[in-house]
């Protein structure tokens, strides 16, 4: 098996960052299934995680380049761990910024904070 090489990425500082209280982290999220790393996320702002804006997406690529490809979320798969199959998120349209994101299914994932380092760490999660 070949190792995968780290990537470090930024954060993003665009409107929604300041519209969202200026605070913003990086997010590791799981399958609370399975433990299979899911989204490295950008999370502005204070508050639950309650959707992901397709924007802020980071990795793995398949996801992080669905912004591009998608106008609509007619468009846009469930978001689903793909060991396990377990529906995390379905697709929406964020109303007030007219954004793409995936409404999160509560209790479907667990979240870590992140130094934005892709791969994540592979530790015991579950």
């Known amino acids: 098996m070949t190792e995968q090489k780290s990537i470090q990425h930024t954060l993003r500082k665009d409107r929604y960052v ?6 913003s982290h990086f997010l ?3 399958c609370s299934r399975c433990g299979q790393h899911l989204v490295l996320y950008q999370k502005d702002g204070r508050g639950s995680l309650i959707r992901l804006y397709l924007d802020r997406i980071f990795e793995p690529k398949e996801l992080s380049v669905l912004q591009l490809k998608n106008a609509s979320k007619k468009n846009m798969p469930n978001l689903k761990c793909q060991k ?3 529906l995390i998120g379905t697709p929406m349209v964020y109303q007030l910024e007219k954004r793409l ?13 992140s130094e934005g380092i892709y791969p994540p760490f592979v530790g015991t999660l579950v």
Not at 18 to 23: D, L
């Open 101 to 113: 994101a995936f409404r999160l299914i509560r209790g479907s994932f667990v979240k870590e904070k």
């Open 28 to 30: 590791d999220l799981y």
């Open 84 to 86: 396990c199959g377990l």
């Open 18 to 23: 300041n519209a969202h209280g200026g605070n």
